[in-house]
């Protein structure tokens, strides 16, 4: 007998009956979804003494994306472990913007004869 869970009737499911279309109520549950659900990975979180170990499953994921999250997270960790002020950071990144400037200034700007 194959039974389709139905319409959600006063926090009580109706089973119907797939092939006879009879119906009648059942236990007190919530209403089921229709159609697929989605339920997310599990990801698993161990932490011990100083460390954190974190599982995440990478299915669908392309080799690139894992690469790409595991370099987010050490950057991360760089930073909250800096001790470079805001106003230093700040500094850093113009020196660093202006190096590469004068570097670079010929590949961006036509030769003028």
Same mark, same amino acid.
């Given at each position: 007998?194959? &039974?389709?869970? @139905?319409?959600?009737?006063?926090?009580? &499911?109706?089973?119907?009956?797939? /092939?006879? @279309?009879?119906?009648?109520?059942?236990?007190? !549950? *919530?209403?089921?979804?229709? @159609?697929?659900?989605?339920? =997310? #990975?599990? +990801? !698993?979180?161990?932490?011990?003494?100083?460390? *954190?170990?974190?599982? +995440? =499953?990478?299915? @669908?994921?392309? =080799?690139?994306?894992?690469?790409?999250? &595991? /370099?987010?997270?050490?950057? $991360?960790? &760089?930073?909250?472990?800096?001790? *470079?002020?805001?106003?230093?950071? %700040?500094?850093? /990144? $113009?020196? +660093?913007?202006?190096? %590469? %400037?004068?570097?670079?200034?010929?590949?961006?700007? #036509?030769?003028?004869?």
């Amino acid at each position: 007998m194959r &039974v389709s869970r @139905g319409k959600a009737c006063e926090s009580f &499911v109706i089973e119907k009956h797939v /092939s006879t @279309g009879t119906e009648k109520p059942c236990s007190r !549950a *919530l209403p089921v979804a229709v @159609g697929p659900v989605y339920r =997310p #990975p599990m +990801i !698993a979180v161990k932490a011990e003494h100083d460390r *954190l170990h974190v599982t +995440i =499953p990478t299915a @669908g994921m392309t =080799p690139e994306e894992v690469n790409d999250f &595991v /370099s987010r997270l050490r950057v $991360e960790s &760089v930073v909250r472990r800096s001790r *470079l002020t805001p106003d230093a950071a %700040w500094k850093l /990144s $113009e020196d +660093i913007k202006s190096g %590469w %400037w004068q570097e670079n200034e010929r590949r961006f700007t #036509p030769e003028v004869l």
